[in-house]
C-alpha cells in the first residue's frame, strides 16, 4: 500500500455537467476525509467517514455535492451540475480514529 | 469554532537564510500538524505536535508547540532552493469540545528562496 490515491488527478468539465472523483484510502485506515482547496487558501473540510457511515457533513457541501464510501473502502465525490466556482483542488485523506492524516494528490477540477 | 492564523502570508528570503512561520489559533491545540504543499499538488507530512512546549526537529526544520498550547512556530535553518512551497497548519479537532475528528487548517504560507 503505497498511500492514499485519487482520480483523476486533473478533470476539465463544462458548467452544467456532473462529476465524479474517487478516493483509495491507505487500507489500514477507517477514516476518510474530503477538503476543497481553492487557490490561496488552506484546505476547506467538507466531510469525513469512519468505515461506510458518513459522520459529518460541512455546510460547503450543498445538495449537488454527494459522497459515499461503499463497504468502508474507497469513496467517491459527485458533484451534480458544476458551477465555475466549484472549480477547486479536492483533497482526499485518511487516518486512524486516533489520527496520523495522510493526504492524496488531489484532483484538480477546472469548470468552464 | 477554533480559527488558525497563519503568518505571514508570504514569504521570500534568499538561500541560506533561516525564517519562521507562525501558526496561531484562537483555542487550546490538542494535536498540531505541519503540512508542505507543491503547487497543484498534495499535502506532505512534515510533524505533529501535542504537548505544550514540545519541539521536534526533522533536517533543517523545527516545530515548536508554546506551553500554552495556543501557537506553534516552525523554523527553517538555512534554507535552500527545495524547501519552497506552502505550509500549512492544521489543528486536530479530535479532542476539546468539538470531539470531532477532522484537521483545520490556516490559510497558508508561501515560500520563496531565491538561490
Known amino acids: 500500500d503505497t498511500g492514499v490515491s485519487q482520480n483523476p488527478r486533473h478533470k476539465i468539465t463544462k458548467r452544467g455537467q456532473n462529476v465524479t472523483f474517487r478516493c483509495d484510502p491507505i487500507?489500514?485506515?477507517?477514516?476518510l476525509y474530503w477538503y476543497r482547496q481553492t487557490l490561496g487558501q488552506g484546505p476547506e473540510f467538507l466531510t469525513y467517514?469512519?468505515?461506510?457511515?458518513?459522520?459529518?457533513k460541512s455546510r460547503l457541501l450543498s445538495d449537488r455535492f454527494s459522497a459515499e464510501r461503499p463497504k468502508g473502502s474507497f469513496s467517491t465525490l459527485e458533484i451534480q451540475r458544476t458551477e465555475q466556482g466549484d472549480s477547486a483542488m479536492y483533497l482526499c485523506?485518511?487516518?486512524?480514529?486516533?489520527?496520523?492524516?495522510?493526504f492524496g494528490s488531489g484532483t484538480r477540477l477546472t469548470v468552464v | 469554532s477554533q480559527e488558525l492564523e497563519q503568518s505571514p502570508q508570504s514569504l521570500i528570503v534568499q538561500e541560506g537564510k533561516n525564517l519562521t512561520i507562525n501558526c496561531t489559533s484562537s483555542?487550546?491545540?490538542?494535536?498540531l500538524y505541519w503540512y508542505k504543499q507543491k503547487y497543484g499538488e498534495g499535502l506532505i507530512f512534515l510533524m505533529m505536535?501535542?504537548?505544550?512546549?514540545e519541539e521536534k526537529s526533522h533536517e533543517k526544520i523545527t516545530a515548536k508547540l508554546d506551553e500554552k498550547k495556543q501557537q506553534s512556530s516552525l523554523h527553517i535553518t538555512a534554507s535552500q532552493p527545495s524547501h519552497a512551497g506552502i505550509y500549512l497548519c492544521?489543528?486536530?479537532?479530535?479532542?476539546?469540545?468539538?470531539?470531532?475528528?477532522?484537521?483545520?487548517f490556516g490559510q497558508g504560507t508561501t515560500l520563496q528562496v531565491k538561490p
Open positions: 485523506a485518511s487516518s486512524f480514529p486516533t489520527g496520523g492524516y495522510t
Open positions: 487500507s489500514e485506515h477507517n477514516r
Open positions: 467517514f469512519q468505515n461506510e457511515a458518513q459522520l459529518e
Open positions: 483555542k487550546t491545540l490538542y494535536g
Open positions: 505536535l501535542q504537548k505544550g512546549g
Open positions: 492544521g489543528a486536530d479537532m479530535r479532542y476539546g469540545s468539538s470531539n470531532t475528528g477532522k484537521l483545520i
